[in-house]
């Protein structure tokens, strides 16, 4: 059974950065599209991005372009996403997931999900 945990949330103010990462076990991760998404009191789970099983090709929401960064580590088994340039706006639980597809972007796509960390800007 696959598991994911993620680690390396915390608080940081407006304009830092946070590294979190996702660590991977139970499968093989190189098989798996490996998603992050965020969810913020109140409102929906929210795709932050991607990186696809086949080409490792990433794909971003457009709120977080260009401030974040997914890469992967198969031989560590994790996953991570670098986050710079915070805002206030991108506090929320951000949550790790793994699908066994390439084509992936809802949670409905995700067959195994981590409990979340949780990341708090402050401004």
């Known amino acids: 059974q696959v598991q994911l945990v993620e680690s390396g949330g915390g608080l940081v103010q407006a304009g830092g950065s946070l590294r979190l990462s996702c660590a991977f076990s139970?499968?093989?991760?190189?098989?798996?599209?490996m998603g992050w998404f965020r969810q913020a009191p109140g409102k929906e789970r929210e795709f932050v991005g991607r990186i696809r099983r086949s080409d490792s090709s990433m794909y971003y929401a457009d709120s977080v372009k260009g401030r974040f960064t997914i890469s992967r580590d198969n031989a560590k088994s994790t996953v991570y996403v670098r986050m710079n340039s915070l805002e206030p706006e991108d506090t929320a639980v951000y949550y790790c997931a793994a699908a066994g597809r390439d084509s992936a972007w809802y949670p409905e796509d995700y067959d195994y999900w981590g409990q979340g960390t949780q990341v708090t800007v402050s401004s």
């Open positions: 139970g499968g093989t991760l190189s098989l798996y599209t």
